[in-house]
């Protein structure tokens, strides 16, 4: 089945620097790449998503590349603010599953 | 405003007891999911539903099972809990990426079994 792999455990940037979140999967099939953030002691909940028939998608400060011969997909996060610390997972899900598979999380840490 | 809702919030369970955490959505969404979080390992999928009367396994479903009464309500069963089952469980409602009906995460069980 699909495995996706989210490389970075940790990640500490300047507050107004870029972050960046990198993923991979396993499932060619894959077509759906969902990203979900949790702050500490919340739920997860819904930040962008991109899907297999483009490459690129952004929303607001949030842009999301997906690179599908490389079968890897990453979040970009620009001119960060305090407020973006958190837990960001990436997933991915075929169509015909309506299966979510998560990577592990990265713990994003925004410092002044 | 359409929810999922966990209950309990945190449960402290004996090794051996059984346990049934409980999940009620308003999204009237055909899927409902049950997930744990642990650290280094993300979500992992332990059983999912396609509507009422309907459980599958999910990627690591041993040592749980599940039940979907209705449409609405979704529970995780630990017949004979274990220390190695403390986690955080969430459960979800949806289909990922489908209009009107994307996935939603209700806030989270914390059990810790002693």
């Known amino acids: 089945g699909e495995k996706v792999e989210q490389h970075e455990s940790t990640l500490s940037v300047r507050e107004g620097d870029s972050a960046v979140i990198n993923c991979t999967y396993t499932d060619t099939a894959s077509s759906y790449f969902p990203w979900y953030k949790q702050e500490a002691g919340k739920s997860l909940h819904f930040v962008i998503d991109i899907r297999s028939n483009v490459d690129r998608k952004q929303s607001q400060r949030l842009i999301v590349l997906l690179d599908k011969k490389a079968k890897r997909f990453s979040l970009h996060i620009t001119a960060t603010q305090p407020e973006d610390s958190a837990i960001y997972f990436c997933a991915a899900s075929t169509a015909n599953t309506n299966k979510v598979v998560f990577g592990t999380g990265t713990r994003l840490q925004v410092l002044p | ?114």
């Open chain 2, 1 to 114: 405003e359409a929810a999922v809702t966990q209950s309990p919030r945190n449960k402290v369970a004996v090794t051996g007891g059984k346990v049934t955490l409980s999940c009620n959505q308003t999204n009237n969404h055909n899927n409902m999911y049950w997930y744990r979080q642990d650290t280094g390992h993300g979500l992992r999928l332990i059983h999912y539903s396609y509507g009422a009367g309907s459980t599958e396994k999910g990627d690591i479903p041993d040592g749980y099972k599940a039940s979907r009464p209705s449409q609405e309500n979704f529970s995780l069963i630990l017949e004979l809990a274990t220390p190695s089952q403390t986690s955080v469980y969430f459960c979800a409602s949806g289909v990922p990426g489908q209009v009107n009906s994307d996935y939603t995460f209700g806030s989270g069980t914390r059990l810790l079994v002693i």
